[in-house]
C-alpha cells in the first residue's frame, strides 16, 4: 500500500493549540494538526500515549510534556 493510499480519520479536540489528533497504530505514527494550520507526524509514539493525549484535560499542556522533544517528528507537507 502507498504511504498515502489511505484516509486517516482524525479527531477533532477543543483546544487553543490543536485542532485534530489522528493516530496509526500499524505504524505508531501520530499526526498533528494545530490552530496554527501546520500538521506534522510524530513517529514511534506508542499506543497509550496517543489516549492519553486524545483524553487529557489539556491538550496543549500534555502534548508540551509527553509529545514534544520526546519523538521524531516531520512537517506534513499536505497540511
Same mark, same amino acid.
Request: net charge positive; charged share 30%; hydrophobic share 35%.
Given at each position: 500500500? =502507498?504511504?498515502?493510499? *489511505?484516509?486517516?480519520?482524525? &479527531?477533532? &479536540?477543543?483546544?487553543?493549540? @490543536?485542532?485534530? @489528533?489522528? /493516530?496509526?497504530? +500499524? !505504524?505508531? @505514527?501520530l499526526f498533528v494538526r494545530f490552530a496554527h494550520g501546520g500538521?506534522? !507526524? /510524530? *513517529?514511534?509514539v506508542p499506543h497509550e500515549v496517543c489516549e492519553a493525549f &486524545?483524553? =487529557?484535560?489539556?491538550? +496543549?499542556?500534555? *502534548? ?8 521524531? /517528528? ?6
Amino acid at each position: 500500500m =502507498a504511504p498515502h493510499s *489511505f484516509r486517516l480519520a482524525m &479527531v477533532q &479536540v477543543e483546544s487553543e493549540a @490543536i485542532e485534530e @489528533i489522528g /493516530y496509526d497504530a +500499524g !505504524r505508531s @505514527i501520530l499526526f498533528v494538526r494545530f490552530a496554527h494550520g501546520g500538521r506534522y !507526524r /510524530y *513517529f514511534e509514539v506508542p499506543h497509550e500515549v496517543c489516549e492519553a493525549f &486524545v483524553s =487529557a484535560d489539556s491538550h +496543549g499542556r500534555y *502534548f508540551h510534556e509527553h509529545i514534544r522533544d520526546r519523538y521524531r /517528528y516531520r512537517r506534513d507537507r499536505r497540511a
